[in-house]
């Protein structure tokens, strides 16, 4: 007998779509399973101002399949000259569910990012004052700092001194990928959450080197020890309302991650569902799955959740799903857990 899961539609809480011929072609990977998303603002040039948002809204719904009901949840992208005045009416509009800050330098197309937190500090005030949440790539940029320390070092550094100022200001620490991050949030009893990638909850570091480099697992911020996957999913298939699913799917075309310079990016928009079914099977939390893609997020973001729901069947034989989107702008690669998905989503 085939096993069937359904649950409330779930939303993903950090997305990359990119732009025109990208943006077409990966948008309907998302749309297809996910009511909602939040949309990263690290566009070239990035969503800055309300105006870039609204037109950038305008092109995601453009390319959005024929009767979707997909929602695109805006953010703007926090630099050291944003205008409170802006992000407030942006906000009370409804047209931003959040704003990003990126540290300048730590990642793909960030260069416009924060250089120091003392620099945007009122806008956080007031962010704080009208409950406007802030998404936080958690990474120092400190050429001193090891790669695979930066998470933790910016929580010690930055996060949780910017919490001991601005206890009001809702938090959202993304993409979390270590123990410390795990922890942090858990000790923290209001006003911070955390993302989790699907990616995350499958590789550790081992993952891409041995055996020869694998561009397309490495993403930032980068996979770490195994302890730290292993407490990714320990916090994910718990079910505790602090974490979230935040797939960071971020396309990039293969000439661009198969270069002696790789971009940063797992794009796993096309299979997560199917991943996520495997894993929490994997670790006997099936009945948490919910709680992690559906229920969490928009609790935290004090949002309904969907209507509807999806529903997703384990065959005996893989699902064949495809291992490359092409678009005009070039393939991209999807996600590779290692392991046969037996979880479709119908
Ligand atoms: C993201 C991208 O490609 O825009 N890359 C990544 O490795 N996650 C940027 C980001 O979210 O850090
Ligand atoms: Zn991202």
Redesign the pocket.
């Known amino acids: 007998m085939s096993q069937t899961i359904t649950i409330t539609r779930p939303d993903d809480w950090h997305l ?1 779509l990119r732009d025109d011929d990208m943006l077409r072609a990966v948008l309907p990977e998302t749309a297809r399973h996910f009511g909602r998303a939040i949309i ?1 603002p ?1 566009l070239v040039p990035p969503v800055v101002t309300a105006n870039d948002a609204t037109a950038y809204r305008s092109r995601v719904m453009a390319a959005l399949p024929e009767r979707s009901q997909f929602q695109p949840l805006m953010t703007l992208y926090l630099t050291d000259h944003t205008d409170a005045a802006d992000v407030t009416a942006a906000h009370a509009d409804g047209l931003i569910t959040a704003v990003k800050l990126y540290p300048a330098g730590a ?3 960030s260069a416009s990012g924060v250089t120091d937190i003392k620099h945007v500090m009122p806008v956080l005030e007031k962010m704080a004052e009208i409950g406007c949440p802030l998404c936080i ?1 958690g990474e120092v940029t400190g050429a001193d700092i090891d790669i695979f320390d930066r998470e933790a070092v910016f929580i010690d550094t930055v996060l949780d001194p910017l919490r001991h100022t601005l206890p009001e200001l809702k938090i959202i620490s993304e ?1 979390i990928t270590t123990k410390n991050g795990v922890d942090y949030v858990m000790s923290a009893d209001r006003n911070l959450a955390a993302t989790i990638t699907t990616h995350h909850l499958i590789i550790n570091r081992n993952h891409l080197f041995v055996g020869g480099i694998k561009p397309h697992y490495f ?2 911020p980068i996979a770490k020890r195994e302890h730290h996957r292993l407490a990714l999913r320990r916090a994910a298939t718990s079910g505790d309302a602090r974490f979230f699913l935040g797939t ?1 799917s ?1 396309p ?1 075309t293969d000439p661009n991650k198969e270069s002696a310079c790789g ?4 794009f796993s928009a096309t299979n997560t569902m199917s991943c996520l079914a495997h894993v929490f099977e994997e670790d006997d939390a099936l009945d948490q799955l919910e709680r992690f893609a559906s229920l969490n997020g928009p609790a935290y973001y004090g949002l309904a959740t969907n209507h509807d729901t999806l529903t997703l069947v384990k065959s005996s034989t893989p699902v064949d799903y495809p291992v490359s989107i092409e678009t005009n702008a070039g393939n991209v690669t999807v996600f590779n857990p290692g392991f046969p998905l037996y979880w479709r989503v119908v």
């Not at 971009?263 to 797992?266: D, L, P």
Request: with cysteine; charged share 5%; proline share 0%.
């Open positions: 990359h990263m690290n990642t793909t197309n790539h993409h993403c930032l960071d971020a990039h971009c940063a990016g797992v």
